[in-house]
């Protein structure tokens, strides 16, 4: 791009006065265009200084400068320190993602291994950061690794793997039975109180010992118990410590030993190409590899690579707890005293003269060096396949190019969402909605609605009105562009029926402001529609859909106000992806009703027993099989019920069916 402006020559007078009234602390700086959307944010130790660089070079190429010739507004932000600024710049360009920053690629959430903040903690795996004291370790990008490391601690730590509320006053009031974990030796048995909570908070260290590689420290504390044990004779605990010492040190030789030095260390290597990037991050720990991540980033065309580098590094530090010692880097840093500062704070490690033990290193030579370069190769290949799925998702699948064809449509019809109703004599009507993207399921993007029962005139199902109903359920807010949680407009809307069903979507989707788009311009108005609300407005900007309809009966598709159906040959491999997107709305929507159906008509001889909800009925159906086995237990052995259930539950049922045999009696 050889675009070139002089922004000393375009301030526009606003921001003249603007500009000569900047504060010159720190902060962040925020350009705006003429509609009021940011279009960059930046920090500064001393915002006047930053801020006026920009419109005082002589020229400015590339995307700088369409991004200065776009600027029609400037906002600031001052904050104490440079720290906070770091840290507020990073959050404004999470939420809002502006045009010019590099921002992580990535929509979805990685996941971690957490500890939960409990009594008994939990360990498991989720995508959820929570504010409420757990410990987080993590984000894993390989999910098989993340696996490989909860496999590993649930085979040699004996932590709960239940989601009960193991407080104090539950296991004091025995309101919890150990369960088939504790008799297989997978659990120690917090429940019922058989091991203290300073053993397990014990246990639970030593685990997150191993999640941060640091098994090293583990073995040699276990080793000192092990040895303690053997000289008071205590040879069955010695035992259990020999059998997990071995587990650990198993477990720790399948890391890579990459160094003698026992340092703990994150190499970084960012690599780009056009507008895409990569980084990623090898953790050393005890010299050797614990597990490797990787994140894609966005708009790093023309960005120097010391400025890629510093954002990556603050999106990656701000979603991990451990801060090495040290950080191998592959250059300088645009701003090294902000994210220096920055990790050194979080990570709060000072030596015995209380200097700081973090250390940036960008190395020139040697075995850093050496291992900067793995890295960066790394990083290569996972941008290089990044590039091979943006090949596969330009890819256009046969069956779409026949179905544009087919449809007589200007493009590919590359999301296509379908819609489907469902109910047995007007009974648990529901809609399901569907989504193929590229001609493949996209499940995400799957919806399913319950719908009010409603009936015609004539007291029979109204699918034509439950069709209005989930069509405008869908889409009213789809494009309001404040509603970031909105689906994206498709490209086809397929419903699940004949012309009626159509009329009726046709006639919601025009009434909320969208254009129908067909190849075939309807020749007679649709009539018989009255709109679900009158209180909205239609879009001042309309956008297009194509909308068909496909009748099951002969596999025919029909456009809105024709009376004829269009004519595609049977053996069309467009005709078969409709088929297979209509079925699978079928499929969707009948184990929706289905599911509806079951709990609504669940009722069993135990739901009739006051004080027996349906959850309860069915935990003792699944445990006892059915109710004459219940029966039996309480006719046998009325005490065996309280090791599975709650007393009350079992007074209940006692006192029900000791007056059920009183009156046979």
């Given at each position: ?15 003249k006065?603007k ?10 700086y925020?350009?705006?265009d003429?509609?009021g959307?940011v279009?960059?944010v ?8 930053r ?5 005082q ?6 995307r700088?400068?369409v ?9 600031i932000i001052q ?7 770091l840290?507020l710049?990073l ?7 502006p045009r010019y920053?590099v921002?992580?690629k990535d929509?979805?959430t ?5 500890i939960?903040?409990?009594?008994f903690p939990?360990?498991f ?6 504010a409420d004291g757990?410990r987080y370790f ?5 999910v098989k690794t ?6 590993a601690?649930r ?6 793997s239940?989601?009960?509320s193991?407080?104090?006053?539950a296991i ?22 058989l091991?203290s909570?300073f ?10 010992r ?19 044990y ?9 035992a259990?410590?020999r059998?997990?010492i071995r587990m650990?040190k198993?477990?720790a ?5 990459v160094?003698?030095d026992l340092?703990d ?7 780009k190409?056009?507008n895409d990037?990569c980084?990623?991050?090898?953790k ?6 614990i597990g490797?991540?990787?994140?894609y ?5 023309e ?5 890629i ?14 801060i ?7 250059t300088?840093l645009?701003?090294?005293d902000?994210i220096f ?6 990570q ?26 793995m ?11 990044l590039?091979l799925a943006?090949m596969?998702?330009e890819?256009?699948a046969p ?10 449509l ?30 493949k399921?996209?499940?995400?993007d ?15 199902p109204?699918?034509f ?6 069509i405008y359920?869908?889409?009213?807010k ?5 509603d ?11 419903i ?17 402001g969208?254009?129908i788009k ?15 609300t009158?209180?909205?407005?239609p879009l001042?900007t309309?956008?297009?859909i194509t909308?068909?309809?496909?009748a099951k009966k002969?596999e ?15 053996t ?12 699978e709305?079928h ?7 289905r ?8 009722k069993?001889?135990l739901t009739?027993i006051k ?7 069915k935990?003792?159906?699944s445990?006892?099989g059915?109710?004459?086995e219940i ?9 065996e ?5 709650r ?17 046979r009696?």
């Amino acid at each position: 791009m050889n675009d070139k402006v002089n922004p000393a020559r375009k301030v526009a007078a606003n921001l003249k006065v603007k500009l000569s009234n900047l504060p010159s602390g720190p902060g962040i700086y925020q350009f705006k265009d003429a509609t009021g959307k940011v279009i960059y944010v930046g920090k500064a130790k001393n915002i006047k200084k930053r801020v006026k660089q920009y419109f005082q070079a002589k020229e400015q190429y590339g995307r700088i400068a369409v991004m200065l010739s776009k600027i029609s507004d400037i906002e600031i932000i001052q904050t104490d320190s440079e720290i906070e600024a770091l840290i507020l710049e990073l959050n404004l360009i999470k939420k809002l993602k502006p045009r010019y920053n590099v921002n992580l690629k990535d929509d979805k959430t990685y996941p971690y291994i957490v500890i939960t903040n409990e009594p008994f903690p939990r360990v498991f795996p989720t995508r959820t950061k929570r504010a409420d004291g757990s410990r987080y370790f993590g984000p894993y990008t390989d999910v098989k690794t993340m696996r490989s490391a909860l496999r590993a601690i649930r085979d040699i730590f004996m932590i709960r793997s239940c989601n009960l509320s193991l407080t104090e006053e539950a296991i004091t009031a025995g309101k919890f039975k150990i369960c088939l974990d504790y008799q297989i030796q997978k659990c120690k048995g917090p429940c019922e109180g058989l091991i203290s909570r300073f053993e397990y908070a014990n246990t639970i260290n030593q685990v997150a010992r191993i999640l941060n590689g640091k098994s090293k420290s583990v073995v040699e504390e276990l080793t000192k118990r092990m040895n303690s044990y053997s000289e008071k004779m205590f040879f069955e605990q010695a035992a259990q410590l020999r059998d997990k010492i071995r587990m650990i040190k198993i477990y720790a030789s399948k890391q890579k030993m990459v160094s003698e030095d026992l340092t703990d260390r994150d190499v970084i290597a960012v690599e780009k190409e056009d507008n895409d990037g990569c980084g990623m991050v090898l953790k050393i720990r005890d010299g050797k590899v614990i597990g490797k991540s990787h994140f894609y980033l966005a708009n790093v065309i023309e960005k120097p690579d010391g400025e890629i580098l510093e954002i990556f590094l603050a999106n990656y530090y701000s979603v991990t707890e451990f801060i090495p010692e040290e950080i191998i880097i592959p250059t300088k840093l645009e701003n090294p005293d902000f994210i220096f500062k920055w990790l050194e704070k979080k990570q709060g490690i000072t030596d015995s003269h209380g200097k700081t033990k973090l250390k940036l290193i960008a190395p020139k030579a040697g075995e850093k060096m050496k291992l900067l370069n793995m890295v960066r190769a790394n990083a290569r290949l996972m941008l290089e396949e990044l590039k091979l799925a943006k090949m596969k998702r330009e890819f256009t699948a046969p069956s779409l190019e026949a179905l544009r064809r087919d449809l007589n449509l200007e493009k590919i019809p590359r999301r296509i969402e379908c819609f489907d109703i469902s109910h047995i004599q007007g009974t648990d009507t529901v809609a399901s909605m569907i989504v193929f993207q590229d001609a493949k399921p996209r499940k995400n993007d799957y919806r399913k609605y319950k719908i009010t029962t409603i009936l015609n005139e004539a007291g029979e199902p109204d699918d034509f009105a439950s069709m209005r109903e989930v069509i405008y359920r869908r889409y009213r807010k789809s494009y309001e562009e404040e509603d970031e949680k909105s689906l994206p407009l498709p490209d086809l809307i397929v419903i699940d029926g004949g012309k009626g069903q159509l009329s009726s979507a046709v006639k919601v989707l025009t009434d909320i402001g969208i254009t129908i788009k067909n190849p075939q311009p309807p020749r007679s108005p649709i009539a018989n529609y009255q709109p679900l609300t009158t209180n909205h407005q239609p879009l001042t900007t309309k956008p297009s859909i194509t909308v068909i309809a496909l009748a099951k009966k002969l596999e025919e598709v029909y456009f809105p106000g024709e009376h004829l159906p269009h004519n595609i040959p049977k053996t069309s491999i467009g005709l078969k992806l409709l088929q297979k997107i209509r079925d699978e709305a079928h499929r969707f929507a009948v184990t929706f009703h289905r599911s509806l159906r079951d709990r609504r008509t669940l009722k069993t001889e135990l739901t009739d027993i006051k004080g027996i909800g349906e959850s309860t009925a069915k935990k003792l159906l699944s445990l006892f099989g059915s109710v004459n086995e219940i029966k039996k237990i309480l006719t046998e052995s009325p005490d065996e019920l309280e090791k599975y259930i709650r007393k009350k539950t079992a007074a209940i049922l006692k006192k029900h069916y000791l007056k059920e045999e009183q009156k046979r009696i």
